[in-house]
């Protein structure tokens, strides 16, 4: 009782003192403040009430606590130390040191004031969160939550920050030093250690997925509750260090012993919860590792196909029992001695029986080998049942991943969630086909061969047992008997997802699809907020479905399409053999709950803004067009056309790219409806999909990508397939959207190829009707490549041997463009005829299309009766598809050209064009969209009635022949000095800057200091179209061109000038389709290019010109005649401006006869 | 009760021998402890107090290793060292509060009526709400003794109490001490000013250099001085001539020259008058003289 009571003494007295010393006012006070706007701005009903954040109850204690806590380990530092700082004046602690109390009774007291002030402040932040939760109305309320946040942020960091301070204040005994040691352990794990070796050392929680779902809390909780046990224990193990170390002769032996007891159970402890914390991320790299190699023992091995499967699942709590009737064929071109399928690890086969009798078996970590009655030859089918029982083990289902937090990092705002594979619960189950939850008779991932990827189309019945109340969904027609649910087939499905919980459901059927939406029981909000939306749904669902055929070119496969909610915590990662995420299934989307973190997702907040915002511009819409529009929004945002914004960097290079929002129904139109396999390419189907499923974003950057500077997705790919080919960067295994944008490229280029031989019309059709005709069908490309000569007489397939495995690329140059207007049966049209040739030693497609003068603007004009549907449709800030997909509409012409080849390319066109638009798919040439304005069109008034479209082969090729000297920024001539900016802490670290890219785009911030290679189609070069640019400076990092010359005499001098002046539409995120209003190029740029001053160096001296950029015209600026001897020419450009920016391009040296 | 203090010593890591086999009993009552600066006393009363552990020897209450039972000793003990400043964050009676609970008072009714009691005891009820910073010097130090005597410690260690205070503040100090040395408590004193003992201690040590040099009554120390203290009325050349013979221990000037009071072992010329030396006289005679005798010897 002493003990309590001497502790409690000190505790009391110790948090009065700390909080009425100023540094803690300032905290609690600052916090305070900032604390109760962000909880107002953010939750109340004035607030911006962000969906992802009020999704989910818990959220608010989460955001509370994960920002305070931050700001709690740093102010414990400060607040930590006044506990050496007033115990060395002895004298003012000596008449508390002399009272009768142990060193573990007052350092336990100092501790515990020192937590319970946090705790209090806690307690009242997030008594302000609670007060917005309870006044929001659109949000449940999580009280739970608040305590067990606080038990997860507040105790263990506080206890583990205090410990540290004053062991290491104890141990120091240097203010300062002790600081700089404790700010740089915080600093350290914000930003180095939290995603490093499975969080055993992040202390705060700063990177700890410690999100909690609504529908079965927190994934994690015994990994949460070791990790946070973790700090816990080594916090109080430093604290029972600092008691017996401490500098006050002790009282009780009692006490003592009770520290040292204390002192050994806490490291005990912790070193548990740490081996347990760091042993699951090594277990699970161990299982990785395990079954990368199992499968790398098996990936040559003969498969059977799966044609139907039975599968009778009993849900019994954290584990599942399950028997899988199986049929299989043999499709091999070998007889099978045995049958190999994968069943995730943790799950354990019982037995495994044909025809009544048992078969043998072996077990290799996954692989499941069955030696069958008789030996099956191709062509013959058997069936087979296998019974099995056990748990999932869920590093199986991503081999490949790192076990790095930070990469894939999943994120709601900025707070970690998990990236689970599966739920197994007593009241919940979600297993999709990755987890391996049935046989499958494939790998999961093929080591050789990351891309290569074997599909099966199955029928699959289902029949689910559960606990009593809840409710199964998966695929198929579902019938609910007492015995539990029973799924039958509608159609072949390449997997099959199950989930059971307290599932609800409302249907709607629109022409031949039922439209299901599962959702948790309470969950179904958005039913108030649209609720105008009723009568209207089947109308906008149609219209969308409609949209998606056309776009797609081909109709919807399946009879249904289910959304099926599950917990937040589901992630799925990228995958090299598909870009399709395990979010969407076959028929089946995979929605967050409570659609938390799907864009425009929260209807009733958007709809109150955006009505606020229309009666400010005084727009008049009735609630329910405003609704329509919402919905629209939500469905193209997330199901059709949205992206996510992904901010990487590692090590090496910082990268910001989108990629397509991962609920995208793409793959219901091609991956999950038909299959293309090749055993040579095995990336065919990855490289249909990409192009069919319209995964690469064409065109440059717009919206805040374009103002990082970042490349477009094909330059980007390009300048990865420079110095490798497609099959070693697939080996490589590449971080970030490499594969992604690589597979796009080389998708339209193998899709451009097919139809520059067959025709775009032709081609189209007719695969389109292939596509129909193999639906839900595996088709081996020898099958394809024979249908395909057989119908056009053109071989692709000795194509694909470079396409995969050639390191080169082809190249185009472009040049003398020219207009004609011509009458063609009486009808007034356009030829236009320009010069391509391919100098490299690989064939290469590009594709052309214009840009035509028409009303509303300067859209691209599309072949008349071809215009779709745009996937990305208006308002989604994507307004090219150049080259992509089956309704390409804009496409006039497609080229091969073969190595070393040259044409002269002429087309004819009914409206007028300003520009024309090239797309060199997989070239060399930076950037690959070339546009090339149009001049002056002449006017041929005579009547041609035999002109059309041509290719026409020339021998003579594109080169510079004048004699002018043209040195380029791309030259050895030209030098832009050596670049020793970067800070030596950085250095040190290993920290880069963006400078590690090659290429860019001129950025609207975070301009370089240093000259920045930049591309653009209206700079200067053969086949990389760039400039260096840098912001302007003092004029002491002056970049050179040099040449030599040979012929003495008076030369003119030119400076290129990288300005378009073709007009170019204003991109936006809102309606920026065809049609928004132009603005001229150039004058975005004005204020940024001004003066530039250039130095000629020439026989009489060195002649410093003023050059007026912003007022010069587009390309080659004559700067001056000078006279030039026989000696090496000079021209430097300083990087001192009056305006922001300096470019610099290319010089011309042309000799005066 | 009594505190016996045998054949203490007290090396500090530097070399400096602080104390050196001090052997002592003190019983209840003031007890004064003096000696100039750096004589020892401090560390003596450091290690009386169990905020350190002497080299050797022991300190016994009733008997009792003080080292083995320290719990019990702090259990009686109130101390108020030499430069005590508090916790300024709190106020009066929070800080007597604080010390009183850790002094063992459980009951925070009983508790604050003792703070009260105490505060009105030093005067300084009417500041109970005022925090530390706000009180004068003489406040924070009667604040000081508050808080030692909270509890009701059987033994009282004040270091140096009355550095800093005016005469007033003195006096009263002086006045709460004695008053105290009436109950059974045992009142260590430590001071280098000697006055502070005179009027209170029964018993005394006097402390040079880490050595026990005396210990006894203050009345022996001063039996010690008689007939070597005198007094004379000098000119001012006579007066140089006795400043660098004799210890002066006080001048006062008197018309055509000064009044001097020396201590001397003999009869000094001059007119010298003997006188009955105070404690003070005392304290000078035997530090000056029969300390020097001493470390001749």
Known sequence: MSFLHNAGTVAKYEAVILRRSWF?????????????????????????????????????PLINLYLLNIGQAIVVIFLAADFLRRDKKLDTNEVLYTRSMSNFEYVMGKTWGIIRLFLGLDIIILCIG?????????????????????????????VFSLGLAFLLMSVIKNQAITFLVLLGIAALDMFWLWYRAGSVFDYMAFGLPVYKSGVIGFDNAGAIIFQRLLFFFSGIALVMSTVLIFKRLPQSKVHTSIAVALLFISIAGAAFCGFRTY???????????????????????????????????????????????LKIINNNSEPLNSYLFSLNPSLIVNKITAQGMDLEFKINNHIIEIRPLSVLLPGSYDSLKIEYSGKINEAYCVPDISNNLKDNINRIAMLNVSKRQFFLTGNYLLLTPETHWYPVASLNYYPSNPARIKIDFTKYTLRVRSAKGLV??????????????????????????????KYRSDTLKVDSVTYIVNYIAGNDYYKKDLTELKDTLPNLVS????????????????????????????????????????????????????????????????????????????????????????????????????????????????????EPSRYRLGPSFYFYRNNFYSSEFPVINAVFESHLQHLLQQGPRTGYLSMFGSLSEIDKANLILRTKSFSELLAENPKGDTIRVVLGVKGDWLFNLLRSEAGIEDFNKWFRKYCEDNEFRSVDIMKFRNDLKERFGFDFYPYLDKWFNGRQQPGFMFSGLKVNEIVVDERSRYQVTFFASNPEAVPGVFNISFRGEGPGGSGRQGRPGAAGFSPEGPGSGQAFMQGRGMEASDIEKIVLLEPLESKIITLITDRQPRAVIINTLFSRNIPGEINMPVGDIIRTRRNQNNVSSAEK??????TNDSGDIIVDNEDPGFSSGIETIEAPLKRLFGITNRRSKTYMQVGQWNIPEYWQPVVQTSYYGKYVRSAVYKRAGSGDRPITWTAKINVPGYYDIYCYVGKSNDRRRIRTDRGGGPGAPVVPEGEQEESRFKDFHYKVYHDDGIEEITFDYENAEPEWNNIGRFYLSKDTAKVVLSDQSSGRLVIGDAVKWVRVE | MKIEICGLNQIYPNGNHALKDINLELGTGMFGLLGPNGAGKSSLMRIIVTLMKPTSGVVLVDGLDIQKHREKLRGILGYLPQDFRFFTALKTWEFLDYSGSLAGMKNRKERIAEVDRLLDQVGLLEVRDRKANKLSGGMKRRLGIAQALIGNPRIIVVDEPTTGLDPDERIRFRNILSQLSRNDVIIILSTHIVGDISSTCHGMALLNKGDLVFNGSPENLVKQAEGHVFRMNLSPH??????????????????????VQIVSDETPEFRATAVIPNIEDAYVYYMEHKLQAYIID
Request: hydrophobic share 40%; aromatic share 12%.
């Open chain 1, 472 to 501: 199964a969904v998966s695929q198929g027609k579902r019938i609910s008997d007492s015995d539990g649910f029973t799924f039958t087939p509608e159609s072949p499905l390449t997997g099959l997802t199950i989930a059971i919980g």
């Open chain 1, 24 to 60: 803690f006012r300032l905290f609690a006070v600052g916090a305070l403040f900032i604390f109760t706007f962000m909880n107002i701005g953010l939750f109340s009903p004035v607030g911006d009430q962000p969906w992802e954040l009020m999704s989910i109850p818990s959220t608010i």
């Open chain 1, 953 to 958: 082969i020339v021998s003579s090729s594109d």
């Open chain 1, 543 to 658: 219209g969308i479905m409609r949209d998606l055929e056309t776009s797609f070119s081909s109709r919807y496969p399946f009879k249904t399409l289910s959304l099926v909610e599950v917990p937040v915590q589901f992630y799925s990662y990228s995958r090299q053999s598909t870009q399709t995420r395990s979010e969407v299934q076959p028929s089946i989307i995979l929605v967050p709950e409570k659609l938390s973190t799907l864009e425009n997702a929260g209807f009733g907040t958007r709809f109150k803004s955006q009505k606020k915002r229309m009666a400010r511009n005084n727009q008049v819409i009735t609630d329910k067009e405003l609704k329509i529009r919402l919905f629209n929004d939500f469905m193209r945002e997330n199901f059709i056309s949205g992206t996510n914004t992904i901010f990487a960097r590692d090590n090496r290079s910082e990268d910001i790219y989108t």
């Open chain 2, 238 to 259: 006579e007066y140089d001539i006795v400043k660098e013979k004799y210890n002066v221990i006080s001048t006062v000037p008197v018309e055509n020259g000064w009044e």
């Open chain 1, 279 to 325: 042993s699951t991320l090594i277990g699970n790299s161990e299982t990785r590792k395990r079954v990368t190699e199992t499968n790398r023992l098996f990936e040559n091995r003969n498969f059977p196909v799966v044609t139907e499967a039975s599968i009778d699942l009993i849900h019994k709590g954290e584990s599942v029992e399950a028997g899988a009737y």
């Open chain 1, 130 to 158: 609670l007060l917005m939760n309870i006044i929001s109305k659109n949000m449940s309320i999580d009280i739970l939550s608040y305590f067990e946040y606080l038990l997860i942020f507040t105790i263990p960091t506080i």
